[in-house]
């Protein structure tokens, strides 16, 4: 089965460390790997993708995810939080379905609170 | 802002009524997707368009759950028979291909 794994509800962090919000994945074939933050009564946002090239990938305020193709892991990271960054992060796979699309699977979600 | 707009933003209704919610993608989209989200949760694919054509349905849609996009352009979800167990966010987004997706703010359905 195709799916991704978000193993953290919460992740604390305070204003100007480092953050990492963890994301493991399950697909056949080479993954599309993609991060979006979900503010409070905001649609989804996409923050940055993998799809093939360097595994350090960089995308918006300041994100930055490394594909681990061993640990099929996909972490953000940033290195100094900002108590702005407090929001819901999503891990996305594109994953094959049953009727042979490429449908995204979104993990759970991970609550990052960054305290001043 | 993202350019894909929902209408309507929240939508209150009884058990056993109809809703239809409205999603307008940005333009050049060719791809228009569905997704349900409850409160702890990641959404949850339902169905989605290339052009105006629907190539996929979540196998967990109840046939009461309808979409449409008529000339690919703007997509209605209709829910027939509501129940409680809809209420819920309901999310659209538009990509380009296999790309990322950009979504609208949602639609929140609540059935009394």
């Known amino acids: 089965a195709q799916s991704v794994a978000q193993p953290e509800d919460q992740v604390n962090v305070a204003e100007g460390n480092p953050l990492t919000v963890k994301c493991t994945y399950s697909?056949?074939?080479?993954?599309?790997l993609f991060w979006y933050v979900q503010y409070p009564n905001r649609g989804l946002q996409f923050l940055l993708k993998y799809i093939t090239g360097d595994n350090l990938v960089k995308g918006s305020y300041g994100f930055e995810a490394e594909f681990n193709k061993s640990q099929t892991s996909f972490h953000l990271k940033k290195p100094s939080a900002l108590v702005s960054d407090s929001a819901l992060y999503f891990c996305a796979v594109r994953a094959v379905s049953s009727g042979g699309s490429y449908i995204p699977t979104f993990g759970r979600g991970t609550s990052l609170i960054v305290h001043p | 802002d993202t350019g894909v707009s929902q209408n309507p933003r929240h939508k209150i209704t009884k058990r056993g009524q109809n809703v239809t919610f409205r999603c307008d993608p940005i333009s050049e989209h060719n791809r228009l997707y569905w997704y349900r989200q409850t409160l702890g949760q990641g959404p949850e694919f339902l169905t989605y368009?290339?052009?105006?054509?629907?190539?996929?349905k979540s196998r967990l849609l109840s046939d009461r759950f309808s979409a449409e996009r008529p000339k690919g352009s703007f997509s209605t979800l209709e829910i027939q028979r509501t129940e409680q167990g809809d209420s819920a966010m309901y999310l659209c987004?538009?990509?380009?291909?296999?790309?990322?997706?950009?979504f609208g703010p949602g639609t929140r359905l609540t059935v009394t």
């Open positions: 697909v056949s074939g080479n993954p599309y």
């Open positions: 368009f290339q052009n105006e054509a629907q190539l996929e």
């Open positions: 987004a538009s990509s380009l291909a296999e790309t990322e997706q950009y």
